[in-house]
Nanobody, 124 residues
Framework: QVRLVESGGGLVQAGGSLSLSCAVSGLIFSVNGMGWFRQAAGKDREFVATIDGAGRETYYARFLEGRFVISRGNAKSTVYLQASRLKPEDTGVYYC?????????????????WGQGTQVTVSS
């Protein structure tokens, strides 16, 4: 099994920054691409960013406008999301997800494992 645990969420003022982390444990060798998704209250879970297994290729949701950066640790056991110039509309629960296939993806149904999420609240 693979376990994902997110951390780093919290309350921040608009324009501020947060650094989210996702710790991967268990059958790490089975994990390839990773992604971050978010879900605002009353809305569907949406794609934020994704990175491939080697940590070389990334892809972001267009609405981010270059404000977030996804990266992963050398041992593939941690994935990060550096969020800057945060806006109130960035508020939501941020989820880390892992896929077993090579490459990366912006589609929820291509991810096998999910964390419990971490709350990010951006005040205006």
């Amino acid at each position: 099994q693979v376990r994902l645990v997110e951390s780093g969420g919290g309350l921040v003022q608009a324009g501020g920054s947060l650094s989210l982390s996702c710790a991967v444990s268990g059958l790490i060798f089975s994990v390839n691409g990773m992604g971050w998704f978010r879900q605002a209250a009353g809305k569907d879970r949406e794609f934020v960013a994704t990175i491939d297994g080697a940590g070389r290729e990334t892809y972001y949701a267009r609405f981010l406008e270059g404000r977030f950066v996804i990266s992963r640790g050398n041992a593939k056991s941690t994935v990060y999301l550096q969020a800057s110039r945060l806006k109130p509309e960035d508020t939501g629960v941020y989820y880390c997800a892992a896929r077993i296939w090579f490459g990366y993806s912006s589609f929820k149904n291509e991810y096998k494992h999910w964390g419990q999420g971490t709350q990010v609240t951006v005040s205006s």
